[in-house]
Nanobody, 121 residues
Framework: VQLQASGGGLVQAGGSLTLSCAAS????????MGWFRQAPKKEREFVAL????????HYADSVKGRFTISRDVAKNTVYLHMNILKLDDTAVYYC???????????????WGQGTLVTVSS
């Protein structure tokens, strides 16, 4: 499975941005898709996940209520809608696929290349 993340860019604090992650195949072998992010000099951290089959979602506390993850099964694409962006949201955002539902990076087999989100004041 190849994953292509896109949609990153520069946005002012309080603004919105939507990231996309296109999978090269439906990946029936994968159960869920996740978004992670990595800020400079910090470890990669979980942001949100969604299951392919029934759209169950889970969010990190830091983004709950501001970010929404969704999927388009027909397009093999997962989205991350980010609202009320904060300076602390600045990071490279990665999408990944997993055989399970997990917030741990080790549970994810394939990763996209990352897309940079920069939030300015």
């Amino acid at each position: 499975v190849q994953l292509q993340a896109s949609g990153g860019g520069l946005v002012q604090a309080g603004g919105s941005l939507t990231l996309s992650c296109a999978a090269s195949e439906r990946a029936f072998s994968s159960y869920s898709m996740g978004w992670f992010r990595q800020a400079p000099k910090k470890e990669r951290e979980f942001v949100a996940l969604i299951t392919w089959s029934n759209g169950i979602t889970h969010y990190a506390d830091s983004v709950k209520g501001r970010f929404t993850i969704s999927r388009d099964v027909a397009k093999n694409t997962v989205y991350l809608h980010m609202n009320i962006l904060k300076l602390d949201d600045t990071a490279v955002y990665y999408c990944a696929e997993s055989l399970m539902v997990s917030t741990k990076t080790s549970a994810y087999r394939h990763w996209g290349q990352g897309t940079l989100v920069t939030v300015s004041s």
